[in-house]
C-alpha cells in the first residue's frame, strides 16, 4: 500500500510493523539492507553495530530518530571523536548513519537530518606486511607442528597467504569451491561477487593430504551431525558444523608470530598484503592484483606501489657507492 505525501509517492509500512517508535524504523531498516540492498553478513553486522550505538546515544539524551537536529547527531560524532577512533572506522559510523537517513527520507518522507554530515579524510597509512624473511621464518614455525590441528593451521596460514583471500573468505570456504582439476578456487567476495583465482600446485598437494588424512580426524565421531555443509575448516557445536570464527584465525596466527619471534601488530589481513607486496616486488601489474584480491577500482591497490618505491628506496641507499 502506498501513500502520496509532499508530491512524492512512499512506501506504506505492513500493518504488523508500523513505524512509531525507534525500533520499528531500525527494522524496516535492518529488512532493507539484507533484501534489497543484499550486504554481506559483515556488512549487516557492522551496519546493525554503527545504529545501535547511535540509539543508544538518543535514548541517553531522551532523543528519536524522527526528531533528532544535526546538531545532536554532530555532538554524538564528537563522543566517537573522544574515543579515538581511526578514520577508516568514523567513516563507517557516519556512513552508516547517513545511509539510514537516506532510507528513512524516501520511506517514510522523514527529513534527512544527517544529509550534511561530512565524512572524515582517510589517513594515508602504508599497510602492514611481512618481510620474505619474516615470512621464511612464520612458514618454519608452523612446519613443526604435526599434530591434526597444527596441519590444520598449516593449511589454513598456507591458503591465507598463497591466495591473498580476505579472512572472512577463507573461513566460509567449502570443499566444493576447491577445483583440483583447474587448479583454481572459487570465491564469494564483498557484495556477493564471485572471482576464480589460482593457486600454485603445492597448495593443492597440501590440500589434498589435508583433506585425505587430517579432515576427519577434525570430524566428530559417533556423534549426530544435523546439517552436512563440508566447511574446509570446522568445529563441532550443538550436533552442528560451523566455520571456524574470524576471531579463531587472528587468535592462531598471533600465536605463531609469536612463536616465530615476529615483533610486528600481524593480522590475518597483513598477510593479504604481504602477498601482494611481493608479487608487485616480482614484477605483477596493478591490475593483476586488482583481479586477484577482488578489489572494485584499481585505486585501491595503488597503495601497494608506494611500498614497492619504498623497498627500492632501501635497496638503492643499501647498494650506491655513494650512500
Known amino acids: 500500500m502506498k501513500q502520496i505525501k509532499k508530491g512524492r509517492v ?27 540492498k543484499r550486504v554481506s553478513q559483515n556488512t549487516f553486522s557492522a551496519y546493525k553495530s554503527d545504529i545501535s550505538q547511535l540509539l543508544k546515544f538518543l535514548q541517553n539524551k531522551e532523543l528519536k530518530i524522527d526528531s533528532c537536529k544535526i546538531k545532536d547527531l554532530k555532538e554524538y560524532i564528537k563522543t566517537l571523536h573522544a574515543r579515538k577512533l581511526k578514520s577508516k572506522s568514523m567513516i563507517r559510523k557516519i556512513t552508516s548513519i547517513k545511509v539510514l537517513y ?10 534527512n537530518t544527517a544529509e550534511s554530515l ?3 579524510k582517510i589517513e594515508q597509512t602504508l599497510p602492514l606486511y611481512l618481510s620474505d624473511e619474516e615470512l621464511v621464518r ?27 583471500m580476505r579472512v572472512s573468505e577463507l573461513v566460509s570456504l567449502t570443499v566444493d569451491q576447491l577445483n583440483f582439476n583447474t587448479g583454481f578456487v572459487q570465491l564469494m567476495g564483498k557484495g556477493n561477487k564471485e572471482r576464480s583465482i589460482p593457486l600454485p600446485a603445492n597448495i593443492f598437494e597440501l590440500l589434498r593430504y589435508y583433506l585425505d588424512k ?13 546439517n552436512k555443509i563440508n566447511y574446509l575448516f570446522p568445529y563441532y557445536t550443538k550436533g552442528t558444523l560451523k566455520p571456524l570464527s574470524r576471531q579463531s584465525v587472528f587468535l592462531i596466527l598471533k600465536d605463531l608470530i609469536r612463536r616465530a ?10 598477510l593479504r598484503h604481504s ?6 616486488k616480482n614484477g605483477a601489474n596493478l591490475r593483476s592484483l586488482q583481479l586477484l584480491l577482488g578489489h572494485e577500482k584499481l585505486s ?6 608506494h611500498v614497492e618505491t619504498s623497498h627500492r628506496r632501501v635497496i638503492y641507499d643499501k647498494k650506491h657507492p655513494r650512500s
Open 118 to 120: 561530512v565524512l572524515p
Open 102 to 111: 537516506k532510507y528513512l527520507e524516501e520511506q517514510f518522507d522523514l527529513k
Open 138 to 164: 612464520l612458514f618454519d614455525v608452523i612446519e613443526k607442528d604435526k599434530s591434526p590441528r597444527g596441519i590444520r593451521n598449516q593449511v589454513l596460514i598456507f591458503l591465507l597467504y598463497a591466495s591473498g
Open 261 to 270: 619471534e615476529i615483533k610486528k601488530n600481524i593480522s590475518p589481513h597483513s
Open 275 to 280: 602477498l601482494a607486496t611481493h608479487l608487485l
Open 300 to 305: 585501491t591497490v595503488q597503495v601497494y606501489t
Open 10 to 36: 512512499v512506501n506504506d509500512p505492513s500493518p504488523g510493523l508500523r513505524p512509531i517508535n525507534d525500533v520499528n524504523y531500525v527494522a524496516h531498516f535492518e529488512t532493507y539492507l539484507l533484501t534489497e
Open 214 to 226: 587430517i579432515y576427519p580426524l577434525l570430524l566428530p565421531k559417533n556423534k549426530k551431525i544435523i
